[in-house]
């Protein structure tokens, strides 16, 4: 057996779905570790311990945190099925969409998930701007990497899923089909995508999970006001 | 061919100024388009219009935002004198920190500035460890990136420039007592030939964070 490659991760972590998307589709072997982030392993904290998050791959002994930066390594790494495009602009333009995603994306749609009042109606304003880039640079594709799930793909994929799982729990439209057709077409074209399809977290748990972490913050709010 | 190179940036940005560094390093010519932040051009707000920041890389008419997504676009398209480590993991250790720097120490800084009286030592407190964090990475090279500078370094420009400028903000977050090898790392990046000629006056640095703090927070 030539390489040992593990990944850490949770049943529910979004960035480890990415992992587990990336080493799927190139075809590589792999080991999960699946954390209990309420008690951590020393391993994991051994292997990350600037952050002390998921996902770690760790690969021949040696360890990488933060998802888009593993995605990355295993692009270099495993060349068949290359996530990211061969152009450097494109490349550029890739990075760009994925940072795009966790910093403001990820950012807006939380705040419509987790917060009440003016502070959702903000959320949702913000939202609906960020989507809007996101539906400009779908035209004409139907994927983000093309004709393929590539690295934008596997960033943003997570929205697929976790939209849905927020629009049910808060009673809000945050894709509408008629406002983001290329999008809403978009997330039904990854969700159902060969290997994506087959590794969605269970719906239901997804549900309670979200749903009490609202829970939980709607009443620390109240509280402390 | 210069024309076909041109950056939109700041003198004042270190975002802009890491993207100078590293065209410094490896003598691509450019065309250097200066804005005005509080009077934005309509070609920045063109070329960057989710953003609208500094700075915006253009090469043969097409546009990138993000000072180290434009650092890798560099190095893919001028491959001498590489930037980035060769070597895969040696890369994704260099992207973590510079994500590091950029994620968690430059919010950690901002936080100690804006602190109330209550809160600023915990600030402070934060921002140390995770400078110590960044600190213990150099593990007795002379550079980030080796013996000479690399990414990590060149990211690592905003730690140089917040030792530079820490005094016009009337503190003392990078103590050199605290972090004697960040200290002389700092030095060794303000001695790099390339460094040093994009690197702003030190007098002009002081004045404009002076300045900008106090437009922020009210004259200290």
Not at chain 1, 21 to 33: F, S
Request: net charge negative; proline share 5%.
């Amino acid at each position: 057996m030539g390489e040992e490659v593990k990944l850490f991760r949770t049943w529910s972590s979004s960035f480890a779905l990415r992992i587990v998307w990336a080493l799927k589709i190139k075809g590589i072997e792999y080991e999960t570790v699946f954390e209990d982030l309420s008690n951590k392993s020393p391993l994991l904290l051994q292997y990350n311990p600037v952050h002390k998050k998921v996902p770690i791959l760790v690969h021949n002994g040696r360890p990488i945190a933060e998802s888009l930066v593993i995605l990355e390594y295993i692009d270099e790494t495993w060349k068949q099925a290359p996530l990211l495009p061969k152009d450097p602009y494109e490349r550029a333009m890739a990075r760009f969409w994925a940072k795009f995603g966790d910093d403001k994306v990820l950012t807006s749609i939380w705040s419509v998930f987790i917060k009440q009042g003016k502070e959702q109606e903000e959320a949702l304003v913000a939202t609906m701007e960020n989507l809007k880039f996101l539906e400009e640079e779908m035209k004409g594709k139907k994927f983000f990497g093309g004709e393929r799930i590539g690295y934008v793909d596997l960033a943003l994929g997570y929205l697929a899923n976790l939209i849905s799982i927020f629009e049910e729990i808060v009673g809000l439209k945050i894709v509408d089909e008629e406002k983001l057709p290329l999008l809403y077409s978009w997330m039904q074209d990854f969700a159902e995508a060969p290997i994506i399809r087959d590794n969605w977290p269970p719906r239901e748990k997804m549900i309670v999970k979200f749903q009490a972490l609202l829970d939980a913050a709607i009443a620390s709010s109240s509280s402390s006001s | 061919m210069a024309e076909e190179v041109k950056l939109f940036g700041s003198w004042a940005s270190p975002y802009t100024s890491r993207v100078k560094v590293v065209l410094k390093l490896k003598g691509i010519e450019y065309e250097n388009v200066e804005e005005d932040l509080s009077n934005k051009s309509p070609l920045l707000l063109k070329y960057n219009p989710i953003h609208k920041k500094v700075p915006v890389f253009l090469h043969h008419g097409k546009p990138i935002a993000e000072s180290l997504i434009i650092i890798e676009y560099i190095d893919e398209t001028w491959k001498h004198n590489p930037i980035l480590p060769i070597d895969p993991y040696d890369r994704a250790m260099a992207r973590f920190w510079a994500k590091f720097i950029d994620e968690k120490i430059q919010p950690a800084v901002w936080k100690t500035l804006l602190a109330g009286e209550n809160e600023r030592e915990a600030a402070i407190e934060e921002a140390h460890q995770l400078l110590k964090t960044l600190e213990r990475e150099l593990n007795g090279k002379k550079f980030f990136g080796g013996e000479s500078l690399g990414f990590l370094d060149v990211a690592g420009n905003v730690v140089v420039w917040l030792e530079v400028s820490q005094e016009a903000l009337g503190m003392n977050l990078l103590d050199k007592e605290k972090f004697p090898i960040l200290h002389e790392w700092c030095q060794r990046v303000l001695d790099d030939d390339a460094f040093k000629q994009v690197m702003p006056p030190k007098e002009k640095l002081l004045a404009f964070t002076r300045a900008r703090f106090e437009a922020f927070l009210g004259p200290k």
